[in-house]
């Protein structure tokens, strides 16, 4: 039981941090089909993007409540 608990936490840890390494090579992908320069400003190659997305998505909502 505890052994099914631990590969369980340890999928979905592993499903996010491949959640985020897919965002960053989409939008990667994104800046060069339309000409721009890509998220490599947050942290290394731009995997912080998504963490300072959720920051603003955050400070959004709690500004039209």
Do not use: F, T
């Not at 992908?29 to 000409?35: A, G, I, P, V």
């Not at 721009?36 to 400070?59: A, C, E, F, S, T």
């Amino acid at each position: 039981m505890l052994l099914m608990v631990l590969l369980l936490l340890i999928e979905i840890i592993v499903l996010l941090a491949l959640a985020v390494v897919l965002s960053g090579y989409e939008r990667r992908c994104m800046s060069l089909l339309h000409n721009r320069d890509g998220p490599v400003v947050y942290l290394i190659l731009g995997l912080g993007q998504p963490i300072v997305d959720g920051g603003k998505l955050l400070m959004k909502s709690m500004m039209q409540s």
